[in-house]
């Protein structure tokens, strides 16, 4: 299988790639490591005239932390460089360890977090902790700059809120709130040739032993990875007791559309649903006791 013809462009601004992609369109698509991209083309499930790649713009790789502000992943930043940056293992240990565990090796030193996210499947890895501590995303297009919070960003299997002319230049992760934790699980068939069946991950923040904040991020089991908002308010201000807990995975799985497919049945995944979601509260409750003393 080889890849059809096609018009390769490498601007040197984002500036020029949003020129560009506004004036070529549906006719144009971005490339950042071409993991996803390139294999689509070969199969024929994408067929851009031109690639717009990202790889000559300075300054896209870079990841920057301000203790004040948050975590800043640049639109080039590798998966890799994601998996192994110590402020990013030690403040945001979930966001390294599911870049850890995307893909392989080799798929790692070339493909991006960013491109994960822009590549909109639904069981993408690094989405579900990144929407669990509320990141957004740094849109750049002909009428500027604006911010969209990733919950927002996904309009169905490989569909983003992104208009015509529109790149993702980064993607922003607040500081995790105080006494709060993360926990990122997922299940797949064939280990890591294969992508997640179900992927779940869950952050909570404690006060005084309650849940002052609870998010849980299902991916792989609807069009798009959601939260599971009636689980998380059952938690909220409450005791994170393993019947609580218990009470609210089984929600979790309620509020899934899983399908069948190849690598898992729809029953199989809402019962996954149910296991992961209470083994990463359990695990984010713990890490957040932990750090609340
Ligand atoms: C064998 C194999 C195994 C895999 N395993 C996993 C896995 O376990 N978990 C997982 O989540 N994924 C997996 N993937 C998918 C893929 O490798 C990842 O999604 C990777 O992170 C994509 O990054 P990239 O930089 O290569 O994206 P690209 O291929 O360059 O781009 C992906 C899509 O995003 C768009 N895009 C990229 N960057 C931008 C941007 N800045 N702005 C706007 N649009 C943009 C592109 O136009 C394209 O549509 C696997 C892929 C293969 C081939």
Do not use: W
Not at 70 to 85: F, K, Q
Not at 129 to 139: N, Q, T
Not at 225 to 248: F, M, T, V
Request: glycine content about 8%.
């Amino acid at each position: 299988m080889s890849l059809p013809k096609f018009e390769y462009i490498a601007p040197k601004t984002i500036q020029e790639a949003c020129e560009i992609l506004e004036k070529l369109g549906d006719e144009a698509k971005v490339m950042a490591g071409g993991t996803d991209l390139l294999i689509k083309m070969k199969h024929g499930a994408a067929g851009p005239k031109a690639v717009v790649g990202l790889r000559n713009i300075k300054g896209l790789s870079s990841i920057e932390f301000d203790p004040k502000s948050g975590l800043y992943i640049g639109a080039m930043a590798l998966l890799r460089d994601v998996a192994s940056h110590p402020t990013i293992q030690k403040i945001y240990p979930a966001v390294a360890y599911a870049a850890s565990q995307t893909a392989t090796v080799q798929i790692r030193n070339m493909g991006t977090v960013v491109g994960n996210i822009c590549n909109a499947a639904p069981s993408a890895d690094n989405i579900p902790p990144l929407m669990a501590l509320d990141a957004e995303l740094m849109v750049v297009g002909p009428k500027g700059e604006r911010r969209v919070a990733l919950k927002d960003f996904f309009k169905g299997p490989g569909q983003t809120s992104l208009k015509r002319g529109e790149l993702v230049s980064a993607v922003f992760v607040p500081l995790p709130p105080p006494n709060g934790a993360v926990s990122y699980k997922y299940i797949s068939q064939r280990s890591k040739v294969d992508i997640a069946a179900v992927c779940v991950a869950a952050m909570v923040a404690v006060d005084r032993g309650r849940a002052q904040k609870v998010r849980i991020v299902l991916g792989a089991v609807a069009p798009t990875p959601i939260r599971a908002k009636k689980a998380e308010q059952l938690l909220s201000g409450k005791k994170l007791s393993e019947q609580a807990i218990k009470k609210a995975s089984r929600q979790a799985s309620q509020e899934c559309s899983p399908i069948t497919d190849m690598r898992a049945s729809a029953e199989y995944r809402r019962t996954m649903v149910e296991v992961l979601t209470a083994r990463a509260l359990t695990e984010a409750r713990d890490l957040a006791c932990g750090k609340s003393g």
